[in-house]
């Protein structure tokens, strides 16, 4: 995962009495308080996960993937470590990602290809985006790609079960990059969707974070209002005070792409977000973005 930043130019340019009184805010000015009330940016980001997570919680996920290592397990190991290396890719040498945990989840991989598809599917992106430089060793073969899509379809062609389809779209966009994807959802099909989401929205937190994140990473328009954002936050401090710290983690991640101005799964397979930090009031000219890779 590659991460970009550039710099932000904050200089202020004074011209005239006119744009002082305005830089001032001086018609915000409360006389009877003598305070100048400064009005809340609507571009502040909802969410910034960098910022969220303190070194104490990094220090309670680092615990709990050694927990995960000595147990074997590696279910726990590679839901946590996924997370924490997506929000701290410099980071990575401290996750400890050697040859035992290679070869721990390589044998849950191949379990569970025959016993539990699902999660063989999911266990394989998140070994393919932990580990980039072996994937080929993941030993994918088109036969696990036609399985894909006949799982994609059978979801596609069964009453209430297109959400499935999303994620399928997602799985098969970053282990297949080089294949070609003739496979799309219908208006009609994305309105199943949409009906599904706004059903979680209400009464399913885990899965409305969930199925939205893959909705975006489809480049489908998916809005959160602060009612959203806070009933979020509520589930991750939950997450904290719990010390569920795998769940704590992939929270913070899934709530990071929600953030972000673009999402998405580049022709290479990788995962990339496009984050702009908020505007203030006294900089000239926009921020630039940070582009983020996994």
Same mark, same amino acid.
């Given at each position: ?7 932000e130019?904050?200089n202020?340019?004074y011209?005239?009495?006119e744009?002082l009184?305005?830089?001032l ?6 006389i009877?308080?003598?305070?100048i ?9 909802p969410?910034d996960?960098r910022?969220e997570?303190t ?7 680092i ?7 000595q ?5 726990g190991?590679?839901?946590?470590a996924?997370?924490?290396l997506f929000?701290f890719?410099?980071r ?16 849950e991989?191949e ?9 063989f ?7 393919w985006?932990l580990?980039p430089?072996?994937q080929s ?13 006949q799982t994609?379809e059978?979801?596609? $062609?069964?009453e $209430?079960?297109k959400?499935?389809?999303a ?22 099909a ?16 885990i899965?409305?974070?969930?199925l939205?994140v ?13 009612q959203d954002?806070g009933?979020l936050?509520?589930m991750?401090?939950? $997450?904290?005070t ?13 709530m ?6 673009e999402?998405m799964?580049?022709?290479q397979?990788?995962?990339e ?5 908020p505007?203030?009031? $006294?900089q000239?000219?926009?921020p630039m973005?940070v582009?983020?890779?996994?």
């Amino acid at each position: 995962m590659a991460r970009r930043e550039i710099g932000e130019d904050t200089n202020l340019n004074y011209m005239g009495t006119e744009s002082l009184s305005s830089f001032l805010h001086l018609d915000r000015l409360d006389i009877g308080r003598l305070t100048i009330e400064n009005p809340k940016s609507e571009k502040e980001l909802p969410f910034d996960a960098r910022e969220e997570i303190t070194q104490e919680d990094w220090d309670k996920m680092i615990e709990a993937l050694d927990t995960h290592r000595q147990g074997k397990n590696w279910l726990g190991f590679i839901y946590l470590a996924r997370a924490m290396l997506f929000v701290f890719p410099e980071r990575r040498d401290e996750l400890n990602l050697d040859e035992q945990v290679w070869k721990g989840m390589k044998q849950e991989l191949e379990y569970n290809k025959i016993q539990h598809y699902f999660r063989f599917v999911s266990h394989a992106v998140d070994m393919w985006q932990l580990f980039p430089n072996r994937q080929s060793e993941l030993d994918l073969t088109d036969q696990d790609f036609e399985k894909m899509k006949q799982t994609f379809e059978e979801f596609y $062609n069964t009453e $209430n079960a297109k959400n499935s389809c999303a994620f399928y779209l997602i799985f098969m966009k970053t282990l297949f990059p080089n294949q070609s994807l003739d496979l799309g959802l219908t208006d009609q099909a994305w309105k199943e969707i949409d009906d599904c989401l706004e059903r979680y929205r209400s009464n399913d937190q885990i899965r409305f974070c969930e199925l939205a994140v893959k909705m975006k990473l489809l480049q489908r328009d998916v809005k959160l209002d602060d009612q959203d954002w806070g009933a979020l936050r509520q589930m991750l401090e939950k $997450n904290r005070t719990e010390n569920s710290w795998g769940n704590f983690a992939y929270h913070s991640m899934e709530m990071q792409i929600l953030a972000a101005d673009e999402a998405m799964i580049t022709p290479q397979g990788e995962l990339e977000i496009v984050m702009r930090k908020p505007k203030d009031f $006294n900089q000239p000219k926009p921020p630039m973005p940070v582009v983020r890779k996994f």
